[in-house]
């Protein structure tokens, strides 16, 4: 008798963000082992084809990919019950294909995750033991809660005070992410590491 290995059915939901113009497609199957990746445009996409076939929908400003999920961020000119479907079945169908979703190219470095690829970028300083200290809270604390909600979040510095953390996702340009940050983010933060005085936030 023969042995036969049935294919894994592909899954794909949509799920609403705290931002109005992103949304986060869950898939049953692995999609990056490798920290989120955001591209911002097809050009940066090269890497990753279906980033970069995501790209083809004209009203897509932004593809973030992380384990298990891809978070879309669309232009203003649609909405979302237009296009949700159709995103939703190309991300299915492009799974179901078993199309690559990275090339054999190097995709671009991103310094997530405590600076994980920190010796892939020799301009890159590595963390002080106090950012050590701040990058570990948001990975245990923070982390979770923002990738729920289809984004991410990463520590870029601390100098005199001044946490500076990078958005990513949905999280990016989100009208709710600033009120997150000052009463979530920063008041944490204040708790468990006294030297923080502030947090603020740049987009990826």
Known sequence: MESTTEKK?????????????????????SLNPAPAIVFTDAKVAKSCPLA?????????????LASNFITVTKSE????TEIMNPVRDFIKS????????????TPPVVHLDGRANVNADANVKPFTELETKIAAVLEEYIKPAVEGDGGAISLKSFNEGVVTVIMQGSCSGCPSSTMTLKAGIEGLLKRLIPEVQTVIAEEA
């Open 94 to 105: 492009y799974l179901e294909s078993d199309k690559p979703i990275f090339s054999k190219e």
């Open 52 to 64: 970069l076939e995501l790209f083809n929908f004209p009203f897509v400003q932004s593809v973030f």
């Open 9 to 29: 059915a592909i899954i794909i939901y949509a799920e609403s963000t705290p931002n109005p113009a992103s949304i986060k497609f869950v898939a049953n199957v």
């Open 77 to 80: 000119q649609v909405e979302w």
